[in-house]
């Protein structure tokens, strides 16, 4: 019986090299992305605030620069399907009106005041836009 030397194919160690490293890859790849769906939920948040703000503008500018007492008085003309609400609570956004117009706020993913990063960062807006913090 003659034996063939010039087998083709992989040996198993080098079947296990290759899973082990597409593990790795395949883990580290998991990790970047982890936090891309909170990130985007708080560009979401700051989107729909965007509109809330011009909403609340135009409200302004019909009813003698004065504003309303609640958010769900914007839904007709403005948000006939409803006013755009927090993604994390699902709750209208943090509303109230002051001596100088309003203040509208989105406490981010942690749900609590404060937060130097994004998503846990908190977004402001006020008659004026949005409030930048430095």
């Known amino acids: 019986m003659i034996q063939r ?16 490293i597409l ?3 395949g883990t580290m790849a998991f990790v ?3 936090d891309k769906p909170d990130k985007a939920k708080w560009e979401k948040a700051r ?3 965007s509109q809330i703000q011009q909403a609340l503008s135009h409200y302004s500018l019909e ?11 914007l839904r007709d003309p403005h948000f006939p399907n409803g006013v755009p609400k927090d993604p994390w609570t699902k709750d209208d956004f943090i509303y109230g009106v002051t001596e100088e117009g309003f203040d509208l ?10 937060g130097a990063e994004v998503p846990e960062k908190d977004i402001f807006f006020n008659q004026a836009g949005e409030v930048k913090e430095e």
């Open 5 to 20: 030397k010039d087998r083709k194919g992989f040996t198993l160690v080098e079947l296990m090299v290759v899973i082990v």
């Open 23 to 25: 593990g790795i890859i």
């Open 32 to 34: 970047f992305v982890l």
């Open 47 to 49: 989107s729909d605030m």
């Open 63 to 73: 009813h003698d620069q004065s504003y309303p007492d609640t958010l769900e008085e």
């Open 105 to 114: 706020q989105c406490l981010g993913k942690d749900q609590s005041e404060g």
